[in-house]
């Protein structure tokens, strides 16, 4: 049975952080494969403002490009209105029946958890694999595999906004990232 993580997120932009989450949980678990699984529309952001997926997809595209471990999975953006992890889950699975699949999340959405969409029914299909992030708890009533990452405290949110002050990016993003993000002038650039 093939053995993958999925990471899901809106990756607007991928970053460094990014990276180095996925390439720890694939080589402490042994993993076959991290999907990259874009967001359409994530059901706890549909107030903010999201960057066009076009956009995301072709960053993400050029931030993994160098590891052949690293896949992009687009059934989120495939598919209309919110993405619930469960719905797509379930889709995978179906597709995927050989495989058993590692679903990655920050420790801050350890503890939105028990807010997940059908929950109970969600930690049949994946096991979740927890990074931690400072401030945040790794405790949960729901089995986690706890994966120790070396910090690198960076956000997308922090990015963005450093972007439109014109700050520099340099080494929190890949560098064809930040010249895409250049050549289409996102993030007030």
């Known amino acids: ?29 042994h993993l076959d494969q991290v999907w990259f699984m874009p967001n359409h529309i994530p059901p706890h ?13 072709n960053m993400l595209k050029l931030a993994i490009e160098e590891n052949p471990y690293f ?8 598919r209309p209105g919110p993405s619930y992890t469960y719905d797509t889950m379930k889709l995978l699975k179906k597709k995927y029946h050989y495989a058993h699949f590692y679903f990655i999340i920050g420790a801050d959405m350890i503890e939105y958890l028990p ?37 690198f405290n960076v ?3 922090m990015i963005r906004k450093r972007l439109e002050k014109a700050y520099t990016v340099d080494y929190l993003l890949p560098k064809k990232v930040i010249q895409y993000i250049e050549e289409n002038h ?3 650039t």
């Open 115 to 151: 807010h997940w969409h059908r929950i109970e029914e969600l930690v049949k299909l994946v096991s979740f694999v927890g990074i931690k992030r400072p401030g945040y708890s790794m405790e949960s009533k729901y089995p986690i595999i706890d994966v120790e990452v070396p910090q």
């Open 45 to 57: 952001k549909q107030d903010e403002h999201v960057t066009a997926s076009v956009h995301r997809l």
């Open 155 to 157: 956000s997308s949110s």
């Open 186 to 188: 996102l993030y007030g």
């Open 1 to 29: 049975m093939k053995k993958i993580g999925i990471f899901g997120g809106t990756f607007d932009p991928p970053h460094n952080g990014h990276l180095i989450m996925a390439n720890e949980v694939l080589h402490s678990l």
């Open 71 to 78: 896949q992009i999975q687009t059934i989120e953006l495939d």
